[in-house]
């Protein structure tokens, strides 16, 4: 089983800030890799998928990148609707996923 | 549009068992993998059990293997959990999933509590 380690588990951060979240994976993964963004009470919702493409609907503040066994997710200008809890996944054999960063507003 | 309703969550007591559903919509249910995966109280997502369109194949996490089954019903596009011997550990929201071209389609959950 691959195992994910996200870091930071929690950021303070200002709105407007730009932000990156990091994710490294206990083996190479290619690009089956993804970001997940879940808020309270909801279901998690897709980000990013295959590494670097931006689900529908989501904002180009998004950006997905890296390979191998690092991945960054990046956020540009932070708004409110930002705050929330990012997953990282990988989906080469069995999915797993990172333990979570927070994102709380400073 | 892609869409997973999960059903038969609730209240059971530890060594119990319990019977999660999920309807399909919207997508080849016959053609497609299909998971469940949970995420404990104030946890991170866990993939729990995935099974092959046919049934020939089924896969678990190690912490439920022995205790759940996983199914489905192509006919009736749905999805089926039976877990028994039921744990403290076991308690979460519970979500049927879809990865499909690296997306993962999420239902709402059915919550699942273990009482002592």
């Known amino acids: 089983e691959t195992v994910l380690t996200q870091s930071p588990a929690t950021l303070s951060v200002s709105p407007g800030d730009r932000v990156t979240l990091s994710c490294r994976a206990s083996?190479?993964?290619?690009?089956?890799f993804a970001w997940y963004q879940q808020k309270p009470g909801q279901s998690p919702r897709v980000v990013i998928y295959?590494?670097?493409t931006r689900a529908t609907g989501v904002s180009a503040r998004f950006s997905g990148s890296g390979s191998g066994t690092e991945f960054t997710l990046t956020i540009g200008s932070l708004q409110s609707e930002d705050f929330a809890v990012y997953y990282c996944?990988?989906?080469?054999?069995?999915?797993?996923f990172g333990q979570g960063t927070r994102l709380e507003i400073k | 549009e892609v869409q997973l309703v999960e059903s038969g969550g609730g209240l059971v007591q530890r060594g119990g068992s319990l019977r999660l559903s999920c309807a399909a919509y919207g997508f080849s249910f016959s053609r497609y993998w299909m998971s469940w995966a949970r995420q404990a109280p104030g946890k991170g997502l866990e993939w729990v059990a995935k099974?092959?369109?046919?049934?020939?194949?089924?896969y678990y996490v190690d912490s439920v293997k022995g205790r759940f089954t996983v199914s489905r019903d192509n006919a009736e596009e749905s999805l089926y959990l039976q877990m028994n011997s039921l744990r403290d550990d076991d308690a979460a929201v519970y979500y049927c999933?879809?990865?499909?071209?690296?997306?993962?389609?999420w239902g709402q959950g059915t919550r699942v509590t273990v009482s002592s």
């Open positions: 083996q190479s993964v290619g690009g089956n």
């Open positions: 999933v879809l990865l499909l071209q690296g997306i993962t389609y």
């Open positions: 295959d590494t670097s």
């Open positions: 099974i092959k369109p046919d049934e020939s194949e089924k």
């Open positions: 996944q990988q989906y080469d054999g069995w999915p797993t």
